[in-house]
Structure formats: structure tokens, C-alpha cells
């Protein structure tokens, strides 16, 4: 058979697939949705972070309704992206009838709190993943000038521009002091990872209950654990393994020979550390806190 004419054949049957499985949970949440319960999930971080991934793992939730980037939620925005008010999204997920209504918003990743505290019960999933494998995801997605693209508004002060919203004095210094518009593509690059994961940290998220991390390695290299823990949190069943299926980790260290300049790369270092050991903790407790509730259940 001409390849040609096997990749439309596949893509046909996908098309055919993903149209009937989305007849399916419509059918399926009409049925079964209980209309009392419904978590909302915030799904943010900094881009290339695995964020589309566990977007598509909660899209095989057949009681689940999964926004991402670039939907009604955002039609109001001149570029799409920015969400439109808060009443706006709640007359959407008023009308939803899934259980877990997961929406992506990384250009909103530094209004967790407003988000947090306006939509009451909801919770948000700050992903994240090395830097150097997020600058060489980055870079060969966008393009090369990506991260100086990205970095130019921060630099420049703005305040409407959604890359520069809410970043601490600090954050902005450090990014004044190394930007440029010749500097290393790869440099630009992690160093955009600094401003956007920095909200996390200067946000106190880590003491925030509602925000759990999830760390892109442990979702590619353990998916039914790490996807279970986060229903866990949730506070919903886990569905099935089913919802995991098509996870590999073949991406997991794709940017190990990036070479970087030995200041961004302490800046970057000393930030994933502090995230690896909030991410350690919150697992920890959830872990901890779950199992007293399975012992109190069991007890009776």
C-alpha cells in the first residue's frame, strides 16, 4: 500500500475513533453525571511541561470535560488564549454535565490564587519538568528566537503582557541583568522557565492546599501511580489504567546535551530543587492523609 495513502487511512480511523468516543462521554455524562459532584481542575505551569499530556490522560475520563488552550472559554480574548471572566466560565461549567471539568491555562499560571479563591472547591495541578528538557521541547516547537520572544516583555516591563504578570522584583532583575536580544536560544529558553515556575515558589503554592505538582518524569516513567495519586487528591475514583495507555517516557531527558551559560543554569538548578522538594512533601502528605482516610473507612 502507497504510504500516503495508509497515514490518511489511519488518520481517517483516528478522526472516526475520537468523534465516536466523544459521542460516548456525552451519552455516558448525561446517564451517569451527578450533577453534585464536580471538581474543576486548573491545569498550569510553564509550557513544554507535559501539560497537553495530562490533558489528554483526563480527556479518556468518560465523566470528564477537558478544556485546553484556545476554546470558548478564551473566545473573548483578541489572540484566544486569555480566559474571559470569571462569571463567563462559570455559566460554562454550570452547563457541563462531567464530574472533572479540567481546563488549560498556562498564560493564567500566575492567577492560581484569584482562580483558587473565585471558583470555590476547585483545585489546580502545577506541572512541571527539567528545564533543559523543557528549552529543547521549547525551542524546536516554537522556533529558535521562542524563549528571546518570550523573555522581550519581561524585560521590557510591561505590565499587560501575560508573561510578565505578577513576577517578583527579583525574578525581573535577574532576567534585566542577563537578557539580550543576541543571547543563547537555549539560554532564553530555561531562563522563561525561571520566570514562569517562579510563580510557584514566590506564590507559596507549596503551602496551598488546593495545588498539587505533578512531575512530568514520574507521569511518563510511573503513569498509573502518578495519574492515580492526582484522582486521589482529587477526590474522584480512578477510572481505569486505560487512561494511561498511551504514555512513553522516550522524551525524558531529549535535552541533556544543551549546553548553557553557568549563571542561568545555577538560577535553574537551585529552582527545580526547590520544586522537587515542595512536589516531595505534598506527595508525601497526600499519600499520608489518604491512608488515614482508607484505615478510618475500613475501621468503620
Same mark, same amino acid.
Given at each position: 500500500m502507497n504510504k500516503a495513502v495508509h497515514t490518511d487511512s489511519n488518520g481517517l480511523v483516528e478522526k472516526i475513533s475520537?468523534?465516536?468516543? *466523544?459521542?460516548?462521554k456525552k451519552i455516558y455524562q448525561c446517564l451517569r453525571a451527578n450533577? #453534585?459532584?464536580k471538581a474543576v481542575l486548573f491545569i498550569v505551569g510553564c509550557q513544554r511541561s507535559g501539560t497537553t499530556l495530562i490533558q489528554s490522560v483526563l480527556h479518556r475520563d468518560l465523566d470528564s470535560m477537558v478544556y485546553g488552550e484556545f476554546t470558548k472559554l478564551s473566545a473573548n480574548d483578541a489572540y484566544g488564549i486569555r480566559l474571559n471572566s470569571f462569571d463567563s466560565l462559570e455559566?460554562?461549567?454550570?452547563k457541563d454535565k462531567a464530574n472533572l471539568i479540567a481546563v488549560k491555562c498556562l498564560v493564567e499560571s500566575q492567577n492560581v490564587r484569584d482562580l483558587l479563591e473565585h471558583f470555590v472547591g476547585s483545585k489546580a495541578l502545577w506541572m512541571y519538568r527539567h528545564y533543559k528538557d523543557v528549552a529543547a521541547s521549547n525551542l524546536k516547537h516554537f522556533g529558535l528566537q521562542n524563549g528571546i520572544e518570550d523573555l522581550r516583555a519581561i524585560a521590557a516591563g510591561s505590565a499587560t503582557? /501575560?508573561?510578565s504578570e +505578577?513576577? *517578583?522584583? &527579583?525574578?525581573?532583575?535577574?532576567?534585566? +541583568?542577563?537578557?539580550?536580544? #543576541?543571547? $543563547?536560544?537555549?539560554?532564553? &529558553?530555561v531562563l522563561f522557565w525561571v520566570a514562569r515556575n517562579s510563580l510557584f515558589i514566590d506564590g507559596e503554592m507549596a503551602d496551598n492546599p488546593d495545588v498539587i505538582t505533578c512531575r512530568y518524569e514520574d507521569l511518563v516513567e510511573s503513569p498509573v501511580t502518578t495519574v492515580k495519586d492526582i484522582y486521589? /487528591?482529587? $477526590?474522584?475514583?480512578?477510572?481505569?489504567e486505560r487512561l494511561t495507555a498511551h504514555i512513553h517516557d522516550r522524551s525524558v531527558k531529549k535535552g541533556k546535551n544543551v549546553d548553557l551559560s553557568p549563571e542561568i543554569e545555577r538560577l535553574a538548578q537551585e529552582l527545580l530543587e526547590k520544586l522537587d522538594r515542595a512536589h516531595d512533601q505534598k506527595m508525601g502528605y497526600c499519600r499520608i492523609k489518604s491512608a488515614i482516610i482508607a484505615s478510618s473507612a475500613s475501621n468503620g
Open positions: 475520537r468523534k465516536l468516543f *466523544s459521542g460516548r450533577p #453534585d459532584v455559566r460554562c461549567f454550570e503582557n /501575560w508573561r +505578577k513576577l *517578583s522584583p &527579583a525574578v525581573r532583575e535577574d532576567i534585566r +541583568k542577563h537578557f539580550s536580544e #543576541d543571547m $543563547g536560544a537555549h539560554d532564553a &529558553a486521589r /487528591w482529587l $477526590g474522584l475514583g480512578f477510572p481505569s
